[in-house]
Each structure stands twice: as structure tokens, then as C-alpha cells.
């Protein structure tokens, strides 16, 4: 952070937008200004350092719109929430090889690393998916984040018995891309578009989707 703009303003900025708009004193207008005026402050308080750099709070249109829903309390309207799932379903990478299941052990290495993306790490480095944050993941484990459903039995519940069967294909794409671009399924998810952002690889999606839907994987047994 640098010393441009305190901490404390950035608080008081936002005390004095959540009083104005409880006390109905806020117009239109007002409000704008202000959210320009704490984006404007957000943005001047981070720096660049190492691969970590300021243009990641740059919003696309897709994040710009549901965080604008977020602010206002309105929901986005069912049309511009299919727009944007159909854009962002345009962005999804299908692997070049047509091979969409890999390894599930390498799969499990993967979401249980949440290293990656820090200002100390080298570029190029391989980033983890960090799933166990959000997700249960395996019967055996005894913490994860519950801000996303539980993974656990994702395949058996689908009646997956071979991943690479014609059976299997909707499912199996359907993972892949949710988890390149979860946008191109839900609108506003929050769930990282780890292929779209550049956050894992093909060949880590590829594991993903085996940890997931492989019978001998953890997830499934």
C-alpha cells in the first residue's frame, strides 16, 4: 500500500456512503460520485510489485455489471444475465486435443495448493487452484471453506462410471468449462474463471476434471 490515501479515509469515505444512504439523504448523483471517488482512492493506494499488478482491479464488463447490481440492489434482468453467460461461454479454451479428463492425483495436488498469484512468486510459476477454501473436496477432510457446494461425490452423483463414455461427454464438457469460465454458466459467480484469467493451465483443468469426475479419485470414493 502507499501513503497516498490512508486506510482510514477509505473507511470514512464508505461510513459516510452507507450513512447517507440510510438516512435516504444520498441522490443519484452523490452516490456515483462517491463510488468514483472510493474506486479513484482504491486505486491510487496499490502499486505495482513483482507479477502482482495494479491492472488487476481493472474490471471486464461482465464483473463490472454484477458488481453494479451488487451496489444498487437491483438484479440484473434475465436478458442481460444470458448475455453475459453467452459472452463469456464464447471465451472457454475446449482442451486443443479433444482430451478433457487427466490425472486425478495431480487434480487433488492441485486444489489442495493455494499458493500463486503473490507479488513474490516468479513468473511462469505454476499456480494452485486453492478449491478447498471453497469447497469439501474429500470425505477424509475435516476443514474447507463452505462459500461454494460441496464437490464430494460430484461424479458418482452423476452417475459417472467412465469419464472418457459418450454418456459422460455433457457432463465432463460442463466441468471443464465451469471451470475455465464459471461466468459462461452463472453470470455473477463468484468462482474464479481459472482458465480465462490465466490463473491455471490446460493441462491443470485437465486434472481438475479428473479429480472430479474419476471414479478412484477422493471425491468419489
Known amino acids: ?24 439523504c444520498a441522490s443519484i448523483d452523490t452516490a456515483q460520485s462517491l463510488d468514483a471517488m472510493t474506486q479513484q482512492m482504491v486505486k491510487d493506494s496499490f502499486r505495482d510489485q513483482g507479477i502482482a499488478k495494479v491492472d488487476r482491479l481493472q474490471q471486464d464488463e461482465s464483473n463490472a455489471a454484477c458488481s453494479a447490481a451488487d451496489v444498487s440492489g437491483v438484479a440484473l434482468t ?19 486435443d479433444g482430451k478433457f479428463v487427466g490425472d486425478w492425483k495431480e487434480g487433488e495436488k492441485i486444489a489442495q495448493n493455494g499458493r500463486g498469484m503473490t507479488w513474490t512468486d516468479k513468473p511462469g510459476s505454476a499456480n494452485g487452484g486453492n478449491c478447498y477454501n471453497c469447497h469439501q473436496i474429500s470425505r477424509e477432510e475435516i476443514s474447507f471453506g463452505t462459500l461454494g457446494p460441496s464437490l464430494y461425490n460430484y461424479g458418482k452423483l452423476r452417475g459417472i462410471s467412465d469419464p472418457n463414455s459418450a454418456e459422460a461427454r455433457a457432463i465432463v464438457e460442463y466441468t471443464w468449462g465451469k471451470i475455465w469460465n464459471a461466468k459462461a454458466y452463472n453470470a455473477c459467480s463468484g468462482m474464479p474463471r481459472f482458465g480465462h484469467a490465466g490463473i491455471l493451465g490446460e493441462a491443470q483443468v485437465r486434472d481438475l476434471v479428473g479429480l472430479l469426475v474419476d471414479p478412484q479419485s477422493p471425491v468419489n470414493r
Open 1 to 24: 500500500m502507499s501513503n497516498k490515501k490512508p486506510l482510514s479515509t477509505l473507511y470514512t469515505v464508505a461510513a459516510v456512503t452507507a450513512s447517507l444512504v440510510v438516512l435516504g
Open 78 to 96: 434475465d436478458a442481460k444475465a444470458q448475455g453475459i453467460e453467452a459472452a463469456n461461454l464464447k471465451t472457454v479454451q475446449w482442451p486443443a
